[in-house]
């Protein structure tokens, strides 16, 4: 069971939560063609991001992401990590989320060769770390739709 981790921020962070936001991103970046979540917030019991789409998902599109995120999760792919000049990385990742002041040397975690993401934050080193995601509710509101949703361990 991977423990919650002190970011440079103080922080808690909970490595598995964080890793599986980062499947869930490029699952919704891959299916529905929109940014990345532009908010989120990510806790150990649940967590929620929302993202910029012209329509709420159907029901059968939710469960689709919910097994899509499961099925790269099952794939056991190594998460890691390289730094990069900024130069480099803004043909890797998208930079429209950085501060002005970020460092001419970024930090891009990868999931695999599903995800490639700047990130200062906790991962596990292995999707087999992440246990099961479970969409919990989600809504749509002017162009917004919120989902919410966990990891449980494996059964």
């Known amino acids: 069971m991977e423990e919650p981790v002190l970011n440079s921020h103080n922080k808690e962070e909970y490595p598995p939560m964080h890793t599986a936001e980062h499947i869930l991103n490029a699952t919704m970046v891959r299916m529905f063609?929109?940014?990345?979540?532009?908010?989120?917030h990510i806790e150990k019991k649940k967590s929620k991001c929302d993202y910029q789409l012209d329509s709420c998902p159907t029901d059968e599109q939710v469960a689709e992401i919910e097994r899509t995120v499961n099925e790269v999760i099952a794939r056991d792919l190594d998460v890691t990590i390289?730094?990069?000049?900024?130069?480099?990385?803004?043909?890797?990742?998208?930079?429209?989320k950085l501060p002005d002041d970020v460092s001419d040397t970024l930090r891009i975690v990868r999931v695999g060769d599903y995800d490639a993401c700047a990130c200062i934050g906790a991962h596990v080193r292995n999707t087999s770390g992440i246990g099961v995601f479970k969409i919990l509710s989600h809504d749509f509101e002017d162009g917004r739709w919120r989902v919410r949703w966990k990891v449980s361990p494996q059964p």
């Open 33 to 40: 063609g929109c940014p990345r979540s532009r908010n989120a």
């Open 82 to 96: 390289e730094f990069v000049p900024r130069a480099e990385a803004a043909s890797i990742v998208d930079l429209s």
